[in-house]
């Protein structure tokens, strides 16, 4: 059973960082893509950030670019895990942030697996 359990969010003032993680267990995901999408109240669901597990190419949506990386964690490589460091926040990051994993398609709003989500608040 593919589980993608997202942890790492949490309640931060404007101008700081988070830092999530998402470990991803079940199968093999060397041939995946990896990534975040966030919801905010009353928005649709975004893209936010993608990583291809093999290669390490990064896509980043516009209005993160420069403040959020995306990587795997390599203390962890064995456990499937993606980190996305979020720095500089600004109160329009407050979101649920979903991690999900896609075997072929980098940015997807139906990838094959879905997280839970984890809440993530700037306040100004």
């Known amino acids: 059973q593919v589980q993608l359990v997202e942890s790492g969010g949490g309640l931060v003032q404007a101008g700081g960082s988070l830092r999530l993680s998402c470990a991803a267990s079940?199968?093999?995901?060397?041939?995946?893509?990896m990534g975040w999408f966030r919801q905010a109240p009353g928005k649709e669901r975004e893209f936010v950030a993608a990583?291809?597990?093999?290669?390490?190419?990064?896509?980043?949506?516009d209005s993160v670019k420069g403040r959020f990386t995306i990587s795997k964690d390599n203390a962890n490589n064995a456990k499937n895990t993606v980190l996305l460091q979020m720095n500089n926040l600004e109160p329009d990051d407050t979101a649920v942030y979903y991690c999900y994993a896609d075997p072929g398609v980098v940015i997807t709003t139906r990838p094959a697996y879905w997280g839970q989500g984890t809440q993530v608040t700037v306040s100004s």
């Open positions: 990583i291809r597990w093999s290669g390490d190419n990064t896509y980043y949506a």
């Open positions: 079940g199968r093999s995901f060397s041939r995946y893509a």
